[in-house]
């Protein structure tokens, strides 16, 4: 989603029922209908369209990217193999079209590449908060749902400098509790919308900036987009924005009986990774 003042292009329908996107090349280059996303060099390019619209943006890293793990391969849960890098500091720009209307729009973008066993018996869902910091540094935290239960082992916190090696923070210290809720439409899954976070030396408050964000693409539903994050960090006030990734809340008919395969067994990310 982008926001420009009081507008914004956001896809919240479900995308067109097919069952797999296209690729090109060996990095990441995913096309879907009018959609792409795809890193060139030192930047990722998102193209979209819904509804009349159309957005082009560039967006650019300007520190390095935070990679947790084994240098971007770690266990979520025993038995279920994932990559992951993510860029928490980039500049976006581009173009927004609207209908005859065209737009430069620029801001603070945030990209996350996490690839793996999607599908397990054994987890349920996540939830997945991140933000930056006054001081420069980011913030992660991920509560695994495994047997209806949050906050099961496998879930992490961390604290990236911003030199790409996370600095993991004790997840049993951390207090993580829904606020608020809403109910999808469409599916009627019901869906956390706001939470509040506690641990040593900081108190926040973290909320959607919208409430319909969830995406059902068969077999899998997600509620993912922008967030904001108030509150205090080490007695600094804090008022940024963030992101909110859930999976579980819905589970599509014929859920279980879906498997992926685990990636590659690599020990770090792969050079597609952008770098500043």
Same mark, same amino acid.
């Given at each position: 989603?982008?926001?420009?003042?009081d507008?914004? +292009?956001?896809?919240?329908?479900n995308?067109p029922?097919?069952?797999?996107?296209?690729?090109e090349?060996?990095?990441?280059?995913?096309?879907h209908?009018?959609w792409?996303?795809?890193?060139?060099?030192d930047? =990722? =390019?998102?193209?979209g369209?819904?509804r009349?619209?159309?957005?082009?943006?560039k967006l650019?890293? #300007?520190q390095a990217a935070t990679?947790?793990?084994d240098?971007?391969?770690?266990?979520?849960?025993?038995? #279920?193999?994932h990559?992951? /890098?993510q860029?928490e500091?980039?500049?976006?720009?581009g173009?927004?079209?609207?209908?005859?209307?065209?737009?430069w729009?620029g801001?603070?973008? +945030?990209?996350?590449?996490?690839?793996g066993?999607? /599908?397990?018996? &054994?987890?349920?869902? +996540?939830e997945?908060?991140s933000?930056?910091l006054? &001081? %420069?540094?980011?913030? @992660?935290?991920?509560k695994?749902?495994q047997?209806g239960q949050?906050?099961?082992?496998g879930?992490m916190?961390?604290?990236?400098?911003?030199?790409g090696e996370?600095?993991?923070?004790?997840?049993?210290?951390?207090?993580?509790? @829904?606020? &608020?809720?809403?109910t999808s439409?469409?599916?009627?899954?019901?869906?956390?919308?706001?939470?509040r976070?506690?641990?040593?030396?900081? &108190?926040?408050?973290?909320?959607?900036?919208?409430d319909d964000?969830e995406? #059902?693409?068969?077999?899998?539903?997600?509620?993912?987009?922008?967030?904001r994050?108030?509150?205090?960090v080490?007695?600094?006030?804090i008022?940024?924005p %963030? +992101? =909110?990734?859930?999976? %579980?809340?819905?589970?599509p008919?014929?859920?279980?009986? /879906?498997?992926?395969?685990?990636?590659?067994?690599?020990?770090?990310?792969?050079?597609?990774e952008?770098?500043?």
């Amino acid at each position: 989603l982008v926001a420009h003042g009081d507008a914004r +292009f956001a896809s919240r329908s479900n995308v067109p029922l097919q069952f797999t996107a296209g690729f090109e090349g060996e990095g990441l280059d995913l096309r879907h209908e009018g959609w792409r996303i795809a890193v060139q060099g030192d930047t =990722v =390019v998102l193209v979209g369209s819904v509804r009349g619209q159309r957005l082009r943006l560039k967006l650019r890293p #300007t520190q390095a990217a935070t990679v947790p793990g084994d240098r971007g391969a770690l266990e979520i849960v025993p038995g #279920t193999h994932h990559l992951w /890098y993510q860029q928490e500091l980039m500049r976006a720009e581009g173009l927004w079209i609207d209908g005859g209307r065209r737009r430069w729009v620029g801001g603070a973008g +945030f990209f996350k590449h996490q690839w793996g066993r999607l /599908y397990d018996p &054994d987890v349920d869902g +996540f939830e997945w908060l991140s933000f930056d910091l006054p &001081d %420069g540094r980011s913030f @992660v935290l991920v509560k695994v749902q495994q047997h209806g239960q949050r906050g099961v082992p496998g879930s992490m916190a961390w604290v990236s400098e911003g030199g790409g090696e996370p600095t993991a923070l004790p997840i049993d210290q951390i207090h993580f509790s @829904v606020v &608020d809720t809403t109910t999808s439409a469409r599916s009627g899954a019901r869906w956390p919308t706001s939470w509040r976070v506690r641990g040593a030396g900081f &108190d926040l408050h973290v909320s959607s900036l919208v409430d319909d964000m969830e995406l #059902t693409v068969f077999p899998a539903a997600f509620y993912a987009g922008p967030a904001r994050v108030e509150g205090s960090v080490e007695g600094a006030p804090i008022d940024a924005p %963030g +992101f =909110v990734e859930l999976v %579980g809340a819905w589970q599509p008919a014929l859920r279980p009986l /879906y498997r992926s395969d685990a990636p590659p067994r690599v020990s770090r990310v792969p050079a597609e990774e952008p770098r500043p």
